[in-house]
């Protein structure tokens, strides 16, 4: 390997920047913050953070010019995280105020059905239903802080790593290939989230690794 | 399941931790981020911060305490204390709190809860509520069960019905409430879980239990009886009266879901 992980954090306003790089850079990455397109060059993973609602959100990363180079990084096959509210752009729209989001992967967010109490806040435990190398070292069951009121349902369902309920089960994270999504906040959740954000990192050196290998062969 | 939180409240006076007894005698108790990271490290599912420093010292002060936290403190950031509008607290977030908590800027401006809710999202607003019980008919006895709205750091009444101004609060925006017992806070007599069950049995946001606390009995009362979702307390964790891990111990005894660390599940 050459040098640290590179990785962009998406900055399109209002969330929390703070936590996510300070996190990142706690588990050994390079953390750039991008506001815009450029700032995306050179990076190894891109993550896109995020609180609050939907169609903001949409607006803000419109303005920046980031979506378009968001969804070619994906579509690229390139890893990228998306946390909480940036999990659920990832999916093709969102019941909060309606909003068309990112579209890439199948699906749509929906508020938390039966919840007991809305927004769902606080930490809950994340139960894993397939093996995956993100969650290396994360017992079944751990507990992981969530802020939401909304959760996507993807429609592809085997690509499910985990799910957690308040009121009724939702997906509280997914991976297809080098993409992932999270419902809960790993830069909150103390050292279970560290080393869910190492094992990102990890994926993305190995993956690097890998495609020098393959430039090489 | 959904744990109920513990939640270590530090009040921050010109960027020092300090503890009095209902708001009066601050006595100092050590560097915010410090202590911050030692309830992290110690179990404490969130870290609150009320900044009760006079508002023309403030400006600065609080943001770098924010941001030292937030780079060493792993886990949610409440910050309170004389935020009055939408710009005042992207800043707050921006230094890496996660929510803020409007208390008597709420209650002169009820439309800041929807602006901001409406910017950040609901779930990045907490209405704090600063509540006295109000005497019974009979004028002696603290036994009616309603309490008042009061600000300023609880000197001056407003005559806000405290229920009726939580149910209010949420459905203007605010994604929890912060409940605080005027009467209890500082007095370790115990949370008046009267109160909480009166809120909590009207929103559906999460409710924080405030002011009392005494000892781990007083945490299972707040969830249990007092219907809450999450229980904050200060001066019993500063002064190492009783460790998050004790509280939480207790509140597992009593069958209420917490999240044990590892090494110390029971």
Known sequence: MSGPVKVAVLDYGAANM???????????????????PAAMAGVDAIVVPGVGAAAPAMDHLRERGLVGPLREWVRAGRPCLGICLGFQLLFDA???GDAETLGLLAGRSVALAD??????????????????????????GSYFYFVHSFAPAPADESLILARTTHGRPFASALARGSLYGLQFH????????????SNFIGLTAAGNAGA?????? | MLARRVIPCLDVDKGRVVKGTNFLNLTDEGDPAELAERYAHEGADEIVFLDITAAHERRGTLLEVVRRTASRAFVPLTVGGGVRSVDEMRDVLRAGADKVSFNTAAVAAPSLLTACADRFGSQAVVCAIDARRLPGRDGAANDARRWEVVTHGGRRPTELDAVEWAVRAAELGAGELLVTSMDR????????????????????????????AAGPGDFVAAVRDGRADAVLAASIFH????????????MAAAGLPVRRLEGSAA
């Open chain 1, 212 to 217: 020098m290998a393959v430039e090489a062969a």
């Open chain 1, 115 to 140: 919840a007991p109490t809305l927004p769902h806040i606080g930490w809950n435990s994340v139960d894993l239903v397939r093996p995956h190398p993100l969650f290396d070292g994360i017992a079944d």
């Open chain 1, 18 to 36: 703070v936590s996510i790089t300070r996190a990142l850079a706690a588990v050994g990455a390079e953390v750039a913050v991008a506001e815009e």
């Open chain 2, 239 to 250: 002064r190492r009266l009783y460790s998050i891990s004790e509280v939480k111990a207790a």
């Open chain 2, 185 to 212: 806070d500082g007095t370790r007599r115990g949370f008046d879980t009267e109160l909480l069950a009166a809120i909590a049995t009207r929103v559906r946001v999460p409710v924080i239990a405030s002011g009392g």
């Open chain 1, 186 to 197: 790993p830069e909150k959740s103390s050292e279970a989230g560290l080393r869910l954000l």
């Open chain 1, 94 to 96: 969102s019941d909060e």
